[in-house]
């Protein structure tokens, strides 16, 4: 099964900047999405940020447009979410996200996450 491996993330100053990155492992299948998800302290369901397609351009959530931006490789099945202009509600733990398209279904496979908090 496809796995996610993230890194980055940390503590960060309002108005500062981060940047998360994903890789997936080799998949026997198409990796129709990419995109991050986060939970918030104290939240009990995920959040999505954005997701890129294998073609076409990431979409947004409303709270990180203008701020967030994703960029992914197709052919090194990576994704990066750069974060700029990061305020306290963006504190949460950040998840990959991948759809895979199986043969007959999508298959949805999460990375571990990974803390990103923002505080004076």
């Known amino acids: 099964q496809v796995q996610l491996v993230e890194s980055g993330g940390g503590s960060v100053q ?3 900047s981060l940047t998360l990155s994903c890789a997936a492992s080799k998949s026997e299948y198409p990796i129709a999405v990419m995109g991050w998800h986060r939970q918030a ?5 995920r959040e999505l940020v954005g997701r890129a397609p294998i073609i076409g351009d990431p979409r947004y959530s409303d709270s990180v447009k ?4 994703i960029s992914r490789d197709t052919a090194k099945n990576t994704v990066h979410l750069q974060m700029n202009d990061l305020q306290p509600e963006d ?3 950040y998840y990959c996200e991948a759809l895979i398209q199986q043969a007959t279904d999508y298959l949805t496979v999460w ?5 990103v908090t923002v505080s004076s």
């Open 111 to 115: 990375g571990q996450g990974t803390q």
């Open 66 to 69: 203008g701020r967030f931006t």
């Open 41 to 45: 302290p104290g939240e009990d369901q």
């Open 14 to 16: 309002p108005g500062g």
């Open 91 to 93: 504190t949460a733990v």
